[in-house]
């Protein structure tokens, strides 16, 4: 049975050898119903040497909530970011204004250098760029960027459309670059498609699919 709330209360947050948390059995207590739900596979598509990718069915509002997830996105062309726009009208135009922002941590593959920082470079403030998700990634054989991306009601003509994403990326400088970027579309239109790219180069080859969360 799905339970609407959790009663803190009923808690016991003391550690002990064989739990860390243990829950009330009444019918106030935490079921898993309350923290997460089911992901339904839409579609997926696979690059070989495609300029794009687009999902132009499938976005609308059966779903509160949609995932991307990406799999070994290969660049054709060395050193080139991976990034993403929205679209308001099936996908004759993917031109949705963002705003963005855009952090990550960095190592690289000698130990050589590492770091966390906030990324100006990518960011975007009232733009209809196409935001990137994981940039610079490496066109050798075994270098790609891999990573999810969640995109919140996005059928609500009342507010705008968050996104959060997540990547790692084998960075054409040998470095790993783990890759944070969130932000909104800011249109109360009905968002229904969303096109991947690089920035120039097609995606030589990966999988990318598409889940509805229930």
Do not use: W
């Not at 050589?112 to 470079?121: F, K, P, R, V």
């Amino acid at each position: 049975m799905a339970l609407s709330k959790v009663n803190f209360n009923s808690l016991n947050l003391t550690p002990t050898a064989s739990k860390v948390v243990k829950f009330n059995s009444s019918n106030n207590g935490l079921e898993a119903g309350d923290v997460g739900g089911s992901m339904v596979l839409i579609s997926e598509q696979t690059a070989s040497s495609s300029s794009t990718i687009s999902f132009t069915s499938g976005i609308d509002s059966t779903y509160k909530e949609y995932i991307f997830k990406f799999f070994d996105i290969h660049p054709q062309t060395d050193d080139k970011h991976f990034h993403f726009n929205m679209s308001i009208d099936g996908g004759s135009n993917y031109n949705v204004t963002k705003t963005t922002t855009f952090h990550e941590g960095y190592h690289k593959e000698d130990g050589s250098d590492s770091g966390l920082q906030y990324n100006t470079y990518v960011d975007l403030a009232q733009s209809t760029d196409f935001q990137p998700l994981a940039y610079n990634v490496g066109g050798d054989s075994d270098e790609s960027c891999s990573g999810t991306l969640h995109l919140f009601d996005p059928s609500n003509t009342t507010f705008v459309k968050h996104y959060i994403s997540r990547f790692n990326g084998y960075n054409s400088g040998n470095y790993s670059v783990d890759q944070y970027s969130a932000g909104y579309g800011n249109t109360t239109s009905a968002v229904n498609a969303v096109q991947f790219k690089f920035v120039s180069g097609n995606i030589d080859s990966g999988t990318i699919k598409l889940y509805g969360v229930t």
